[in-house]
């Protein structure tokens, strides 16, 4: 029998995903593991997108509602999309097929802060979870969970659900066992208390998660790998911004703001923060850490390296090559990662306590510092706030970074006025391109459009963003920042219009 399901209560409830895809009932709502491509189930979704397919043939309707910790893999929400399965979709979504469902307006999302989704979940605010589809990588003796490559939601999936559907999957390494910490000590107000920690690399937990035998329904086993997007190599534009940025970042230290081993670093997903962390290999900083969300290719180098000392995250997010470097030299990383429930890792409370240094995507910014992270154009969703927003209002400084330009040069990545706002100025203290770097600290709003306009514009739209500004500030209805209501979203209609920010 399956080595690691070593106690006999669960082996009794072995099944195919077929049958336990059957024990879904048509408008359940289903709390699944999963995040950034790593530890979600990888067998029931796909048995319930087939299950939904032949009752769709058959004139039946048969949605369900999907929450998990953050995105997952084409055998999950892309499968459940193509079947036309989901009805409703929370936290955060990167899938193509769920992306153009969403912008379609076939499926509702509700895209949040990754923090606050546990939170909500135990107040209610989300509504009753039946069912929890939670991938393990095996149970103890005692009946406990041991975790996978992402915790994400789990614990609390499992804690609210009705009935639990396990999946043991074996391709998962064995030596995942121990390196995750699952703090039991939240609560919700009046009684909440301080969470016990001081630094990235304190344990405050346990190892597995607990959960009620009686709610298992079913064991499914088994032995797929993670599917994470591939990064691509760091190119020109990626390098240029990584430069930028340890720039500040030494200037900090040099300034005596900063220890030499900088705070807790928390990097967002892409490539372009994949190519920060190549960057700081290089860099003169030493015993550096990081408190994020999730652990990446450069990540993994800079431990190897020697350069990153240890890392806190609920998740991996690994290209396929580096997931399998990573299970077999997991022995090797285990002692220098901790996975933690995304409530705690991406913690407002922890975040300010430990100072992290925030760095993230944006899709644009305006000359005054708005950032937005998710709609482009204002209207089509590409992903999701996921924990820019944990990170960025709460960390020692929040960065932004992108190129100065998106799809050959059509858009400019700075506008006179974002389309949609995740970040308001107040959250973004730095903004880089690889044109340069902005330092927006302690600047108004006026001062704020000076650098930005000079630091980061490409130069094919920083002329048009100068005129724009210095008309504004003649014919504003106010000087704080000004604007020029008529024609702020311009851009955008033009894009919208000819496919092209660029006047004829
Ligand atoms: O689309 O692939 O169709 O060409 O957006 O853009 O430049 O490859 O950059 O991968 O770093 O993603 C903000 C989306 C940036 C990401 C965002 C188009 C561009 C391309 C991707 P194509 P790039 P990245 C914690 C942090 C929110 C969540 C977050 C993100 C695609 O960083 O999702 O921060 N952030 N989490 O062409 C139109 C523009 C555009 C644009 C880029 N101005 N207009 N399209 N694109 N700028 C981690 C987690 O929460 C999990």
Not at 67 to 92: H, Q
Not at 409 to 416: L, M, N
Not at 459 to 485: T, V
């Given at each position: 029998?399956?080595?690691?399901?070593?106690?006999?209560?669960?082996?009794?409830?072995?099944?195919?995903?077929?049958?336990?895809?059957?024990?879904?009932?048509?408008?359940?709502?289903?709390g699944?593991?999963?995040?950034?491509?790593?530890?979600?189930?990888?067998?029931?979704?796909?048995?319930?997108?087939?299950?939904?397919?032949?009752?769709?043939a058959?004139?039946?309707?048969?949605?369900?509602?999907?929450?998990?910790?953050?995105?997952?893999?084409?055998?999950?929400?892309?499968?459940?999309?193509?079947?036309?399965?989901?009805?409703?979709?929370?936290?955060?979504?990167?899938?193509?097929?769920?992306?153009?469902?969403i912008?379609?307006?076939?499926?509702?999302?509700?895209?949040?802060?990754?923090?606050?989704?546990?939170?909500?979940?135990?107040?209610?605010?989300?509504?009753?979870?039946?069912?929890?589809?939670?991938?393990?990588?095996?149970?103890?003796?005692?009946?406990?969970?041991?975790?996978?490559?992402?915790?994400?939601?789990?614990?609390?999936?499992?804690?609210?659900?009705?009935?639990?559907?396990?999946?043991?999957?074996?391709?998962?390494?064995?030596?995942?066992?121990?390196?995750?910490d699952?703090?039991?000590?939240?609560?919700?107000?009046?009684?909440?208390?301080?969470?016990?920690?001081?630094?990235?690399?304190?344990?405050?937990?346990q190892?597995?998660?607990?959960?009620?035998?009686?709610?298992?329904?079913?064991?499914?086993?088994?032995?797929?790998?993670?599917?994470?997007?591939?990064?691509?190599p760091?190119?020109?534009?990626?390098?240029?911004?990584a430069?930028?940025?340890i720039?500040?970042?030494?200037?900090?230290?040099?300034?005596?703001?900063?220890?030499?081993?900088?705070?807790?670093?928390?990097?967002?997903?892409?490539?372009?923060?994949?190519?920060?962390?190549?960057?700081?290999?290089?860099?003169?900083?030493?015993?550096?850490?990081?408190?994020?969300?999730?652990?990446?290719?450069?990540?993994?180098?800079?431990?190897?390296?020697?350069?990153?000392?240890?890392?806190?995250?609920?998740?991996?997010?690994?290209?396929?090559?580096?997931?399998?470097?990573?299970?077999?030299?997991?022995?090797?990383?285990?002692?220098?990662?901790?996975?933690r429930?995304?409530?705690?890792?991406?913690?407002?409370?922890?975040?300010?306590?430990?100072?992290?240094?925030?760095?993230?995507?944006?899709?644009?910014?305006?000359?005054?510092?708005?950032?937005?992270?998710?709609?482009?154009?204002?209207?089509?969703i590409?992903?999701?706030i996921?924990?820019?927003?944990?990170?960025?209002?709460?960390?020692?400084v929040?960065?932004?970074?992108?190129?100065?330009?998106?799809?050959g040069?059509?858009?400019?990545?700075?506008?006179?006025?974002?389309?949609h706002?995740?970040?308001?100025?107040q959250?973004?203290?730095?903004?880089?391109?690889?044109?340069?770097?902005?330092?927006?600290?302690?600047?108004?709003?006026?001062?704020?459009?000076?650098?930005?306009?000079?630091?980061?514009?490409?130069?094919?739209?920083?002329?048009?963003?100068?005129?724009?500004?210095?008309?504004?500030?003649?014919?504003?209805?106010?000087?704080?920042?000004?604007?020029?209501?008529?024609?702020?979203?311009?851009?955008?209609?033009?894009?919208?219009?000819?496919?092209?920010?660029?006047?004829?």
């Amino acid at each position: 029998h399956n080595p690691r399901l070593r106690h006999p209560k669960f082996r009794e409830k072995l099944m195919s995903a077929e049958d336990a895809a059957m024990l879904i009932a048509p408008g359940a709502v289903i709390g699944m593991s999963g995040f950034t491509g790593s530890g979600y189930p990888k067998a029931v979704p796909q048995a319930l997108a087939k299950r939904i397919e032949d009752e769709h043939a058959a004139g039946r309707p048969f949605k369900v509602s999907i929450w998990t910790g953050a995105s997952t893999g084409p055998e999950l929400d892309g499968a459940l999309a193509k079947a036309d399965g989901i009805e409703f979709r929370l936290p955060y979504n990167s899938d193509p097929i769920a992306r153009e469902r969403i912008n379609s307006g076939q499926m509702q999302y509700f895209d949040m802060h990754l923090s606050q989704v546990a939170p909500m979940a135990w107040m209610g605010f989300l509504g009753k979870l039946d069912t929890a589809v939670i991938e393990i990588s095996g149970v103890t003796e005692d009946g406990a969970l041991i975790p996978s490559s992402s915790i994400g939601n789990n614990k609390t999936w499992l804690e609210q659900a009705d009935k639990i559907i396990l999946e043991v999957n074996r391709w998962q390494s064995d030596a995942l066992d121990g390196m995750h910490d699952i703090y039991y000590g939240t609560a919700l107000p009046p009684h909440r208390v301080p969470i016990p920690l001081i630094k990235p690399d304190d344990r405050i937990g346990q190892a597995h998660f607990n959960v009620d035998p009686d709610k298992i329904v079913a064991v499914v086993e088994t032995d797929g790998p993670d599917r994470n997007a591939p990064f691509s190599p760091p190119d020109a534009v990626a390098e240029a911004i990584a430069a930028h940025i340890i720039d500040f970042l030494e200037n900090e230290v040099k300034q005596g703001r900063i220890p030499r081993g900088l705070l807790p670093l928390q990097s967002g997903v892409g490539n372009v923060p994949n190519a920060v962390m190549a960057g700081l290999i290089e860099a003169p900083f030493d015993q550096m850490t990081a408190f994020t969300e999730v652990i990446q290719d450069g990540m993994l180098d800079m431990i190897e390296a020697g350069s990153l000392r240890m890392a806190s995250a609920t998740a991996f997010s690994l290209s396929p090559e580096k997931a399998e470097y990573f299970n077999d030299n997991a022995q090797f990383f285990r002692d220098k990662l901790i996975m933690r429930p995304q409530e705690i890792s991406n913690h407002p409370e922890l975040v300010r306590r430990l100072g992290c240094i925030a760095m993230n995507g944006l899709i644009e910014a305006d000359i005054y510092g708005n950032v937005n992270s998710t709609q482009v154009m204002g209207s089509r969703i590409q992903n999701g706030i996921g924990g820019s927003g944990d990170f960025a209002r709460n960390g020692y400084v929040s960065i932004f970074m992108t190129p100065s330009v998106a799809k050959g040069g059509k858009i400019s990545a700075i506008v006179p006025m974002a389309a949609h706002v995740d970040h308001i100025a107040q959250d973004v203290q730095v903004i880089v391109t690889e044109q340069g770097l902005a330092d927006l600290r302690g600047l108004s709003p006026r001062q704020r459009a000076e650098k930005i306009i000079t630091n980061c514009a490409h130069p094919a739209y920083r002329d048009m963003l100068r005129d724009y500004y210095e008309r504004a500030k003649k014919g504003s209805f106010g000087g704080h920042a000004p604007n020029l209501l008529g024609e702020a979203l311009s851009w955008h209609e033009r894009f919208v219009q000819s496919r092209s920010m660029l006047p004829d």
